[in-house]
């Protein structure tokens, strides 16, 4: 543009694709779709009517905080209150005590403003509806920094361990265990007035003829899904019926490390998703020699 040539307005800016302030109305205006266009109507419809209705001498603006993702908004502040004042309010806000807090206010774009006499009033420095006031936290030991106040990660937690859970008589587990003792007694009464008949119960498989035909580091293949691996547990495992078969399988297929939910470990993975546990008729021992993954198809 010619040196002397007037600056672009804030239209011409938006319209460029310009980023000119922090406010809704300062945002880019994109152009060419009329579903956008609607939707941009429909948020911004009262944004005009929007402070028709406040008292008079107050004023909404948001509050942000130097140490804090949050940020409150349409606080309500009187046009003559202090920045002294102003900072005891928002003391109760980001809890920053008032001796630790600068304030500046933002008024649009790139234009903010040090309120650094405590005895001025907003109005003195501008202060109009929509604008917002930064804190800027200067304690060191702020209990806010560093995400003090927000950081869940950083609050203990309490756990408690399988046994104590299972003996407590309000838990999820303890209802659940109850709905299934009565609908077993249910069963049974339905079976006893024959009204149902009973279901057979699974022959229970012979833990020394698995370990026969399971033997430890043997090469298997386990399905669904042709997982390919070691046998490395054959025995019984905590919360389940019957004789499980523990895999160390060459790729991260399946559902644990060798380990089950209650911490109890019953063989040695490299990483996680490398073990998985699974019925005798779902392993298959033989002759399956780990894939080579630069393998064509028409090698397997």
């Known amino acids: 543009p010619h040196p002397f040539s007037a600056p672009p307005s804030q239209r011409e800016l938006a319209q460029s694709g310009a980023m000119i302030g922090q406010k809704a109305e300062d945002f880019p205006i994109k152009r060419g779709s009329v579903e956008m266009d609607a939707l941009r109507e429909f948020v911004c419809a009262r944004d005009a ?6 008292a008079q001498g107050t004023l909404r603006l948001d509050v942000t905080h130097s140490n804090l993702l949050q940020r409150w908004h349409d606080i309500v502040f009187d046009q003559d209150m202090s920045v002294g004042k102003v900072k005891e309010k928002l003391y109760r806000h980001g809890g920053t005590p008032v001796q630790h807090q600068e304030l500046y206010l933002r008024r649009g774009g790139s234009d903010t403003i040090f309120m650094m006499d405590d005895n001025r009033p907003l109005r003195y420095f501008g202060a109009k509806n929509g604008m917002e006031i930064h804190i800027k936290d200067l304690d060191p030991h702020s209990i806010s920094l560093h995400g003090g106040l927000e950081d869940v990660s950083q609050v203990e937690k309490y756990e ?7 003996k407590l008589d309000n838990s999820v587990r303890a209802i659940k265990r109850r709905e299934m003792a009565k609908a077993e007694a249910e069963r049974r009464a339905r079976m006893e007035r024959g009204e149902e008949e009973p279901i057979p119960e699974e022959p229970e498989e012979d833990l020394d003829e698995v370990v026969k035909n399971f033997p430890i580091d043997s090469r298997c293949q386990v399905e669904p899904g042709s ?4 046998v490395a547990y054959v025995g019984k495992v905590k919360g389940l019926k019957g004789v499980w078969i523990g895999v160390r399988l060459d790729e991260p297929q399946g559902m644990n490390d ?8 019953y063989f040695d993975c490299p990483g996680p998703k490398y073990g998985c546990f699974a019925k005798s008729e779902n392993v298959e021992i033989g002759d399956f020699p780990e894939r080579d993954p630069f393998a064509s198809d028409d090698e397997f």
């Open 258 to 265: 060798g380990t089950i939910k209650d911490g109890t470990k």
């Open 227 to 230: 997982r390919r691996g070691a």
């Open 49 to 54: 009517s929007r402070y028709d209705h406040q």
């Open 160 to 166: 408690m361990d399988d046994d104590t859970y299972d």
